[in-house]
C-alpha cells in the first residue's frame, strides 16, 4: 500500500467577491523509499497541495479530493487526535523558511525536545539528550552548545540543519522537503541537499522534494511532477523528464537552466566605470567581560582591488560573509570605508561629503537582494520609479510621471501596473520595479545585489535577460553580486572570487569556469547542481583549515614578486590572478 495516495485534489482560497482555485484535478502516490520531486514556478500549487494533505491550510481554504490519503488514514475526515498521530510519526515537513518556523523565544534544543515528548513521551532529560545527538547526526559539531542556542544565534544553513533535525526527531516515513535551499549558498545548498539524501537513506524514508529549482531535482529525486497554474502538466522518471521533455512549460523550464548570453562589448576609453583600491571596512567589536570592556577590530573587507571596466559585467562571487555586499555598498558610498580609494570614471569619490556627492549620485545606482522591503510600501508603481527624478529635481511632476510609465513598460510591465503598489506584485515583478527605479536616471554604473536569489528559476532567467538587454542599449557597466554561478556563468565578463573579506581569485568568466586555481573556487564549482541527473555527483566540502593549506604555493626567482608567507595576488595569466604564498 502507497504511504500517499492522492486523487483528484482540488483547492481554493475564498476571498471577498468570490474564490481563487490554487490546486485542480492533482493525483499522485509515494511508495516506502522513494524520492518524488515536484517542481514548477511560485504559485503553481506545489506548496498548497502538501499543505493540504498536511491539514495545514488556513481556514479561508476549502480542499475536496476523492483520496486524500496518508498512511491509510483519509485525511479529509481525520480528527485531532489522528492528525496529531500523522504529523510527525508519519510525516513530517522541512521549511523554506527555519527562522520563521522555530520560535525565538525558546531554545533550539527545547524546541526538538518538546515535539520528541509530543510523540514519544520520553522524560526531558532523555529528550533533550536526543535532540543533542540529532544535531550531531545532521553535522552539527558543537551540538552540546547548539542545544542551548536560540534561532537567531544560528546562521540560515545552520537553522536549516536544526530544521532536519527536527523533522526527524519522531523518525518519520515521509519528509517533506518544501524549497529547503532557496536563498542558501550555492556551497551550503550543496550541504544540505547532500545531508537530506543522507538522512534519507540512513532512516529508510520517503521523500517530497518541492521546488522551483531543477538542479535540485536532478541531484535528489527518482520521479518528478511538474506543475503549472495549479495543475500538474506532465510527470515521470526524472532522466526521461531531463532527456525527452512533452510539454511546452517543462521545455522552457530545461531552457532556463541552460540559458546564455553574448558577451559585452567593451569600451575604447581605458578609463574604468569603477575602481576600487585597498579598499578596507573594518568595524570596532565591543565585549563586556565582567566589570570590564574588551574592544576588538573585525575586518569584514580586507584591502580589495576591484575594476569594473566601462559596458562589462564584473561577478562578485562568495558564500554569506565572505564580504561581497560590503563591497558593493563601499562601492556606491552607501557604506563608508575605513581605508582606500573609490575612483568613479577616474575621480576619488571617497572623501566627498554628502553635498558634493549628490551629483555623483545619477551615475551610480543599486538594485537590492529584497525588493520587497526596498520598495515603499506606501507608494505606487509610478511614484516609486519617478522618485529618483523628483529627489534629483529633474523635469515637472508631469514629466517624472510620464517618464516614469515609459520604463515601467521599457521592463516588461503594462501601463496598467503605474497605480498598483508593491504588496500587489509578484517578486520578479517587484525586481522589475527595482531595476526601473535604478536606471532611470540612466546612470553609468549599476551594482546589483543578488537581484535574482530568491526567484524562480523561469522569472530569473527573465530578470537576468532584461539585465543584459538593458546594459547593451545603455552601455551600463555593472558590478553583479552573487552567490549563484550558474547565473554568473551566463551573464558577466569576468569574476571576482570573494573569501573571508578577500579578493582569492579573478579572471575572465570562461577561464575562472575552466581553469579554476584556488581551492575555495573549486570549491564553489564543485558545489553548483548539476543540469542533468547523469551528471550527479558526490562531493567534499572543504574546512577553513583545508583552504589554507590548499592555497597555491609560487617559487620566483628574487626579482619580481618578494617573497612572504603571507599569501597575496599573483597574475598567472593576462587578467587572471590568485591568492598565493609566493616563496623564493
Not at 527545547?110 to 544535531?135: M, S
Not at 522518471?237 to 521545455?251: G, H, M, R
Not at 549563484?484 to 571576482?496: I, N, P
Amino acid at each position: 500500500m502507497p504511504l500517499i495516495e492522492i486523487e483528484d485534489l482540488r483547492v481554493s482560497f475564498r476571498q471577498y467577491g468570490g474564490k481563487i482555485d490554487a490546486v485542480r484535478g492533482v493525483n499522485f502516490t509515494l511508495d516506502e523509499g522513494e524520492s518524488l520531486g515536484i517542481v514548477g514556478e511560485s504559485g503553481s500549487g506545489k506548496s498548497v497541495s502538501c499543505s493540504a494533505l498536511m491539514r495545514l491550510l488556513p481556514a479561508t481554504a476549502e480542499v475536496s479530493a476523492t483520496k486524500l490519503m496518508l498512511g491509510g488514514i483519509d485525511v479529509t475526515k481525520a480528527n485531532k487526535e489522528d492528525l496529531a498521530r500523522l504529523r510527525g510519526r508519519f510525516a513530517s515537513m522541512i521549511f523554506q523558511d527555519p527562522m520563521t518556523a522555530f520560535d525565538p523565544v525558546f531554545t533550539i534544543g527545547h524546541q526538538i525536545a518538546e515535539t520528541i515528548q509530543a510523540h514519544r513521551n520520553l522524560p526531558k532529560k532523555q529528550a533533550l539528550a536526543e535532540a543533542e545527538d540529532l544535531l550531531r547526526r545532521v553535522e552539527i559539531k558543537n551540538a552540546a552548545d547548539v542545544v542551548n542556542y536560540y534561532p537567531h544565534q544560528l546562521s540560515g544553513g545552520m537553522l536549516q540543519r536544526a530544521m532536519i533535525a527536527m523533522a526527524l526527531s519522531c523518525r518519520p516515513k515521509v519528509l517533506i522537503a518544501d524549497e529547503p535551499t532557496t536563498a542558501l549558498d550555492v556551497t551550503i545548498q550543496a550541504q544540505i541537499l547532500e545531508l537530506i539524501k543522507k538522512v534519507q537513506a540512513e532512516f529508510g524514508m520517503a521523500l517530497i522534494m518541492i521546488t522551483h529549482d531543477l538542479g535540485v531535482i536532478a541531484e535528489t529525486v527518482d520521479r518528478v511532477l511538474v506543475m503549472y497554474r495549479g495543475e500538474v502538466v506532465e510527470q515521470g522518471t526524472v532522466q526521461q523528464i531531463f532527456d525527452a521533455p512533452e510539454q511546452a512549460y517543462t521545455k522552457q523550464l530545461l531552457a532556463s537552466l541552460h540559458s546564455s548570453f553574448e558577451p559585452s562589448r567593451g569600451s575604447d576609453d581605458e578609463t574604468p566605470a569603477l575602481e576600487l583600491k585597498g579598499v578596507q571596512k573594518t568595524y570596532r567589536i565591543r565585549r563586556r567581560s565582567g566589570f570590564r570592556t574588551e574592544y576588538s577590530d573585525s575586518n569584514a573587507v580586507q584591502k580589495v582591488d576591484l575594476v569594473l571596466p566601462k559596458n562589462r559585467i564584473v561577478a562578485v562571487v562568495g558564500e554569506s560573509g565572505s564580504g561581497k555586499t560590503t563591497t558593493g555598498m563601499m562601492a556606491l558610498r552607501l557604506l563608508d570605508s575605513t581605508a582606500g580609494q573609490i575612483l568613479l570614471h577616474g575621480t576619488d569619490i571617497s572623501s566627498l561629503p554628502p553635498a558634493g556627492l549628490k551629483a555623483w549620485r545619477k551615475k551610480m545606482q543599486v538594485v537590492f537582494q529584497d525588493s520587497y522591503s526596498a520598495l515603499d510600501p506606501m507608494m505606487t508603481l509610478t511614484q516609486i520609479i519617478a522618485e529618483p527624478l523628483h529627489i534629483h529635481q529633474l523635469g515637472t511632476p508631469k514629466e517624472q510621471a510620464e517618464k516614469a510609465i515609459a520604463w515601467l513598460e521599457r521592463v516588461g510591465l503594462d501601463r496598467s501596473f503605474a497605480t498598483r503598489y508593491p504588496h500587489e506584485l509578484s517578486g520578479g515583478q517587484r525586481q522589475r520595479v527595482a531595476i526601473a527605479r535604478a536606471l532611470i536616471l540612466e546612470p553609468d554604473v549599476l551594482v546589483a545585489d543578488e537581484p535574482t536569489s530568491a526567484l524562480d528559476v523561469t522569472v530569473k532567467a527573465q530578470i537576468i535577460g532584461l539585465l543584459k538587454q538593458l546594459q547593451a542599449e545603455m552601455g551600463l557597466s555593472i558590478l553583479f553580486i552573487s552567490h549563484d554561478l550558474s547565473t554568473v556563468k551566463s551573464l558577466t565578463d569576468s569574476v571576482v572570487v570573494m573569501y573571508k573579506g578577500r579578493v582569492v581569485e579573478e579572471a575572465p568568466t570562461e577561464r575562472i569556469f575552466a581553469d579554476a586555481q584556488h581551492p575555495y573556487t573549486q570549491a564553489l564549482l564543485d558545489a553548483v547542481p548539476a543540469t542533468n541527473p547523469r551528471n550527479k555527483r558526490s562531493r567534499t566540502f572543504l574546512t577553513a583549515e583545508e583552504i589554507a593549506a590548499r592555497t597555491p604555493r609560487f617559487t620566483v626567482i628574487q626579482t619580481g614578486a618578494a617573497p612572504n608567507k603571507t599569501p597575496q595576488l599573483v597574475t598567472i595569466a593576462p587578467g587572471h590572478r590568485v591568492e598565493a604564498i609566493v616563496t623564493t
